[in-house]
């Protein structure tokens, strides 16, 4: 089985910290996604990432960073985290192997990051 | 551009009654469906999903959706629900070419005895 890992269920930190959530996938995935979940808002997506140090902006990518330093790790960055980026985190990888379109993301069991 | 319309927010059902979650799309091209499920305090999952070819497509639970062109809809059904389905439905869209997932804002499903 497809395996996404998420280094947090919950953490909760101050503004201005700076936060780093990291993802790792154990099946050799090329794509690699971060999305945040707001009630109401559905995913939406923040950065992806479909090969190692190559990185794309998503629909909010605002006040936050990504890494690919390796191909089954993708980390999220919150430079200086302020209270509106409280929120549910969830990471997601894919394989590009049949073609891209179409194929199945694999979600983490994601992270509810509280900022106070 | 692609978009996703998931109308109903939440729909509550009693056990063993049907249900159907309703999906709408927008795209300028060919698209590729899913539904995918999100039980409390986890991660999503994928229930199905509609690449090509015949345009129900079912999953191993019960649940079945249907891609309607015509109507741009894939709205998912299953005859009869039970306590565990209990969740929240997000349905999403892709289209040709890697492209991203575009997630509506999701359906809560609550089932009762």
């Known amino acids: 089985d497809v395996k996404v890992t998420q280094s947090s269920r919950y953490l909760v930190k101050r503004t201005g910290e700076k936060v780093f959530l990291e993802c790792v996938q154990d099946m050799d995935h090329e794509n690699m996604f971060w999305y945040r979940q707001d009630p109401g808002l559905g995913l939406r997506l923040i950065y992806f990432s479909y090969d190692v140090k190559m990185k794309e902006k998503g629909d909010i990518p605002e006040g936050y960073s990504v890494s690919r330093e390796k191909k089954e790790r993708f980390s999220l960055i919150l430079e200086s985290a302020s209270t509106n980026q409280t929120s549910m985190y969830l990471c997601?990888?894919?394989?590009?192997?049949?073609?891209?379109?179409?194929?199945?993301?694999?979600f983490g069991p994601g992270t509810r990051l509280t900022v106070l | 551009a692609q978009s996703v319309t998931q109308l109903d927010s939440q729909v509550p059902v009693f056990e063993e009654a049907p249900v159907e979650l309703r999906c709408n799309y927008s795209s300028s091209v060919s698209v590729y469906l899913f539904w995918y499920v999100q039980y409390p305090n986890q991660g999503l999952q994928l229930l199905l999903k509609?690449?090509?070819?015949?345009?129900l497509v079912e999953s191993i639970n019960g649940f079945e959706a249907e891609f309607n062109k015509s109507q741009t809809s894939f709205h998912l059904r299953k005859p009869s629900v039970h306590i565990s389905d209990t969740a929240e439905y997000f349905c999403a869209v892709t289209g040709t070419g890697f492209q991203k997932l575009v997630f509506g804002t999701g359906t809560r499903l609550l089932v009762s005895p």
């Open positions: 509609y690449l090509s070819g015949s345009t």
């Open positions: 997601a990888s894919s394989s590009r192997l049949a073609g891209g379109q179409g194929d199945t993301q694999y």
